[in-house]
T-cell receptor
């Protein structure tokens, strides 16, 4: 079956670094996405990984290890506006079609 | 421009009503999606259209009926819904489906649906 796990909630201080882990067990894995979702708003794309290694995009970095079924999103120099839910999503392909399977999300709370 | 526009923003309907949700994008994307999201839960895929053809239906009840009139528009027709169908309905689009980069999905702000 499909299983995507990430912590429910994390709290960190403004200016700090937070690492959100995501583990997955899925068939047809073809890549991993990270999305940010503020309460009551649409998810917004942050990054994706298809190969093992680290992808850096400004204050956000994402890492993937396909052999371990593991990814993390690293948020540096936290700002209050980073308080949001962070969704790990596996891109799965079956036959000709692909789809995203989302994890339950990690609520990050940034405190002053 | 990475905008996906959904209307209406809010909708309240009775169980005997028929209503439609609309989604529009002008990014030239060829894949469009409907998701359902309950409070504090992740989005759940309902339907995928690729090149205006339905490619994925995630065993969604027939009271939800999708329609893709053209490459820019996606509708979700609602009929005889149940109170448990109350949720945020999100539309998304992507360039295509044939590579990971083309599958970056851009979401609309959603329609918050309440079924009484």
């Amino acid at each position: 079956g499909q299983n995507i796990d990430q912590p429910t909630e994390m709290t960190a201080t403004e200016g700090a670094i937070v690492q959100i882990n995501c583990t997955y067990q899925t068939s047809g894995f073809n890549g991993l996405f990270w999305y940010q979702q503020h309460a009551g708003e649409a998810p917004t794309f942050l990054s994706y990984n298809v190969l093992d290694g680290l992808e850096e995009k400004g204050r956000f970095s994402s890492f993937l290890s396909r052999s371990k079924g593991y990814s993390y999103l690293l948020l540096k120099e936290l700002q209050m506006k980073d308080s949001a839910s962070y969704l790990c999503a596996v891109f799965m392909t079956t036959d000709s079609w692909g789809k995203l399977q989302f994890g339950a999300g990690t609520q990050v709370v940034v405190t002053p | 421009d990475t905008e996906v526009t959904q209307t209406p923003k809010h909708l309240v309907m009775g169980m005997t009503n028929k209503k439609s949700l609309k989604c529009e994008q002008h990014m030239g994307h060829r894949a469009m999606y409907w998701y359902k999201q309950k409070a504090k839960k992740p989005p759940e895929l309902m339907f995928v259209y690729s090149y205006e053809k339905l490619s994925i239906n995630e065993s969604v009840p027939s009271r939800f009926s999708p329609e893709c009139p053209n490459s820019s528009l996606l509708n979700l027709h609602l009929h005889a819904l149940q109170p448990e169908d109350s949720a945020l309905y999100l539309c998304a689009s992507s360039q295509g489906q044939d590579s990971l980069a083309k599958n970056i999905q851009y979401f609309g702000a959603g329609t918050r649906l309440s079924v009484l």
